[in-house]
Nanobody, 116 residues
Framework: QVQLVESGGGLVQAGGSLRLSCAAS????????MGWYRQAPGKQRELVAT???????NYADSVEGRFTISRDNARNTVTLQMNSLKPEDTDVYYC??????????WGQGTQVTVSS
């Protein structure tokens, strides 16, 4: 089992920046990809960005060019740098890990609020 703990959410004005971090513990050697997803009340959870163990990245079109995902395999952390934030980026952000066997684990979520 993998445990994920997020940090770094908060309130920021439009155009500002926030940095989310996620620390993994437990069966870390089973982790392949890590990523960030977000979910608004009453909506489905959606992909924000993912990064493979080798460093290949994938972004949602809505955040491409504004957000950057990075990973430190030695420290078992994944970070999401969010720049040029917009009010529509307001959501609860969840850290995710996917194992080589397809198993998925989630963090508890961290609130990001962007005021206009």
């Amino acid at each position: 089992q993998v445990q994920l703990v997020e940090s770094g959410g908060g309130l920021v004005q439009a155009g500002g920046s926030l940095r989310l971090s996620c620390a993994a513990s437990g069966s870390i050697f089973s982790i392949n990809a890590m990523g960030w997803y977000r979910q608004a009340p009453g909506k489905q959870r959606e992909l924000v960005a993912t990064i493979s163990r080798g460093g290949s990245t994938n972004y949602a079109d809505s955040v491409e060019g504004r957000f950057t995902i990075s990973r430190d395999n030695a420290r078992n952390t994944v970070t999401l740098q969010m720049n040029s934030l917009k009010p529509e980026d307001t959501d609860v952000y969840y850290c995710n890990s996917k194992g080589f066997g397809g198993e998925s684990n989630w963090g508890q979520g961290t609130q990001v609020t962007v005021s206009s």
